[in-house]
């Protein structure tokens, strides 16, 4: 009753082959349990087990008739001969000298009779055994091993589904999270981490078909910085950036549930405001404007330099009764901005 020798390398193999399989620490699964109930009824015997073999114990996955002490025993009935053969299949275990001193025969339960069928994975490893055991010598008929057989693939089939199944579902968890972060770096504005332009323009087409259904206005809100090019040209492109990034933390602040604030391009922000009206999206651009230069841009690299910035809005908005296309509001929006960059004196 000696444990298997881990040392060679064919048992090596077979445990690889059962840690893939990943069945060893599963929870007790019903599908096994009723296939060892059935085994139990089919073949009229007291006890069945289904039996992983590990390198340090065995596991019964799932058993009839077993005592408890029976279960806590850390070699299995016959395990060398199942491993090695495929099969096992003892009349009288009292005769036989691989399982005559097993506890199972020589204690309470009182085995005589025992045939397993080994659990085979694909390619060809013994992790297991589907045993039934009698309490009195029998045989077992051709007929019956071939049912025992088979009861032993649906067990090893049933198994690797399972594992199968199980790897799926983590694998489609983690494409679902790739996914998720895959829409979000598609949406998002590199720089200044709030929503870019295809987000935006996506996200005005979506809300124009709510506006219909749900007859309210839609208004889009287009906020650029003013000289921004001077900002460039005199403190360079790094600090240019930094610029950006700050206003877009500032109006992204500013936002509210129902707004959504990104940057189409270069210096150029947009909010779509929903439900808005013409008026309600006058005071979101005060809103906005103030949110986003009432406070110059410190350069702490620059020993605390700040710059100034002036914002410069437009607006379009659109009624549920017109009908109207993202790329239509923008051009409205735009064009109410370049009406307000004139109206702004040069500074």
């Known amino acids: 009753m000696t444990p298997l020798d881990t040392s060679t390398a064919s048992e090596v193999a077979r445990l690889q082959a059962l840690q893939q399989l990943h069945w060893v620490d599963a929870p007790p699964d019903a599908t096994l349990d009723q296939l060892v109930e059935l085994a139990a009824w089919t073949f009229n015997v007291p006890m069945v087990t289904l039996s992983l073999y590990d390198d340090a114990q065995v596991v019964h996955k799932a058993h009839v008739g077993l005592m408890s002490e029976a279960l806590a025993q850390p070699v299995a009935l016959g395990l060398h001969e199942v491993v090695s053969k495929g099969f096992m299949v003892v009349a009288d275990a009292r005769a036989s000298t691989a399982t005559a001193t097993h506890p199972w025969v020589t204690g309470p339960m009182g085995v005589r009779f025992a045939a397993s069928v ?32 088979a009861m032993a693939r649906l067990a090893m089939d049933h198994m690797a589904l399972q594992t199968s199944a199980r790897q799926l579902a983590s694998l489609n968890a983690e494409l679902e999270q790739a996914h998720g972060w895959l829409l979000e770096s598609v949406a998002q504005d590199a720089l200044t981490q709030v929503a870019n332009r295809r987000a ?87 809103r906005y404007a103030a949110a986003g230069s009432g406070v110059p841009v410190v350069l702490g690299a620059h020993g605390g330099h700040a710059v100034s910035v002036q914002l410069v809005t437009g607006i379009s908005t659109v009624e549920h009764t017109e009908h109207s296309t993202p790329d239509e509001l923008y051009r409205l929006a735009a064009l109410d901005l370049d009406a307000g960059k004139g109206a702004v004196s040069p500074s």
């Open 118 to 149: 080994a659990l085979t994975t694909a390619d060809g490893h013994n992790v297991g055994a589907f045993s039934i055991m009698d309490a009195h010598v029998r045989e077992l008929t051709d007929n019956e091993a071939r049912m025992l057989t």
């Open 200 to 286: 935006l323009m996506s996200f005005i087409d979506k809300t124009l078909a709510l506006a219909k259904r749900e007859k309210q206005p839609l208004s889009v809100l287009l906020i650029d910085i003013r000289h921004f090019k001077r900002i460039n040209e005199g403190y360079g492109d790094t600090v240019g950036d930094k610029v950006l990034r700050e206003v877009a933390s500032r109006l992204a602040q500013c936002s509210r549930g129902s707004e959504l604030v990104g940057r189409m391009s270069g210096d150029e922000f947009m909010a779509v405001l929903y439900p808005c009206s013409q008026e309600q999206a006058k005071l979101a651009a005060v």
